[in-house]
């Protein structure tokens, strides 16, 4: 107990008082995840995107940060906002995303709605309840340490998040580098909100066949079936997969041939490619590019690779989470910690070796589907979390 209190930096008490702080103010968190949803956000529409950037550099510049944007091609702008403190030194970085998945007009069919104990709408859950949260922290920080925050705090919203991150993955790298350490309000994991300590990397590669085309009543033998390559590539690739070490990979889709009576002369197929540690990514690129045809008159061609990282356990990972723990213990609940396939922004800070914690958004299901919904119950105490966090690490 002693030890956690040090860690936390603040007594159970003043624990306590905090986390009541935040139960006063749950409808001013549900209003905020209201006006967030209800500004539509798809990755791909630059000018809607941009409209909630602007709201958010608003209501950030009225908590005392300075924000700025930075210029994307083709999508909407990133917006970073940095706060000083009181205390100087590394700033902690507030990781998270604009863009949700869903297209213009998605409200009128799922509107925000308030039923069953949750916040309904698109985006609730990944990621505009994350947003409030930060939003919700520093205000209460401010509060408590006369209108200034406790430590200099950098905010990161990108636009690209759901796409790949190709056009903010160099900013949100160059931040990261420069902070003590790096929380994502990406939602949490299942019912318990458990936060994320290792999320799987994930690459898309191309497989491509050149055989050779003849009609298939005349000229049977002089074709090269591109689509029988690739069937036996794709048994080859399969074998790859290994469940144990977090190694998976899955086919998604194939293409190949133009009619019925032509032998085939070419196939594709793409493939999603997930690993655990880095060191498998290079092994598993390596078998890749080394597949070979079984027939010899074809001709293999592979393209892409991992495109985001793992975030694995580091020790550094594992301390974040047991400050996190240790801060939960003292509210009176427990922090759950989860291993999952899909990646996040927070694989490139992690993959740079800063301490990161991801998952530390809203508590709900539903990520990219119409029940998509957030549990208002866990909104104060993902709140406090991401306050006492701020202060402690
Ligand atoms: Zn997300």
């Not at 030890?3 to 986390?19: D, F, H, I, V, Y």
Request: overall charge positive; hydrophobic content about 40%; glycine content about 12%.
């Amino acid at each position: 107990m002693k030890k956690a209190k040090q860690n936390a930096g603040l007594a159970a008490s003043e624990l306590g008082t905090r986390l009541r702080y935040f139960e006063d103010r749950r409808e001013q968190i549900i209003q905020t995840i209201r006006q967030l949803v209800e500004v539509e956000s798809p990755s791909d529409d630059k000018e809607a995107v941009n409209r909630l950037g602007s709201l958010l550099a608003g209501r950030f510049e009225g908590l005392g940060g300075h924000a700025k944007f930075h210029h994307a091609q083709n999508f909407g702008n990133h917006l970073q906002v940095d706060f000083s403190g009181k205390s100087g030194g590394k700033p902690i970085m507030l990781l998270g995303h604009l863009d949700t998945v869903y297209p213009l007009g998605t409200l009128a069919t799922m509107p925000f709605r308030m039923a069953d104990g949750r916040l309904w709408g698109p985006g609730s859950f990944d990621m505009k309840s994350g947003i409030a949260f930060m939003l919700s922290a520093i205000e209460a920080l401010r509060h408590w340490h006369g209108d200034e925050l406790p430590r200099p705090v950098t905010v990161l919203l990108v636009s690209d998040e759901e796409v790949g991150s190709d056009t903010s993955r160099r900013i949100t790298e160059n931040l990261a580098r420069k902070s003590a350490a790096v929380l994502v309000l990406e939602p949490a994991y299942g019912s318990k909100g458990a936060v994320k300590t290792a999320r799987k990397g994930v690459g898309e590669y191309i497989l491509k066949v050149n055989g050779k085309a003849a009609h298939s009543g005349l000229d049977f033998e002089k074709g090269e079936s591109a689509i029988i390559e690739l069937s036996r590539e794709i048994l080859e690739i399969s074998k790859l997969t290994d469940l144990k070490r977090g190694i998976t990979l899955n086919v998604g889709t194939v293409q190949g041939g133009t009619r019925s009576n032509v032998i085939p002369a070419e196939a594709t197929a793409v493939l999603d490619a997930r690993v655990a540690r880095m060191k498998d990514a290079k092994e598993l690129d390596r078998k890749l590019r080394s597949l070979k045809p079984f027939n010899r008159k074809c001709r293999l061609e592979i393209s892409g690779g991992v495109n985001r990282p793992p975030l694995e356990r580091t020790p550094g990972v594992a301390a974040l989470y047991k400050k996190a723990a240790d801060i939960t213990k003292q509210f009176g609940w427990k922090l759950e910690e989860a291993a999952v396939g899909g990646g996040s922004d927070g694989n490139f800070t992690a993959a740079l070796g800063i301490p990161t914690l991801d998952g530390l958004g809203g508590v709900g299901e539903g990520a990219h589907a119409t029940h998509e919904s957030v549990l208002i119950s866990e909104l104060p105490r993902r709140a406090a979390l991401l306050s006492a966090l701020i202060e402690s690490v």
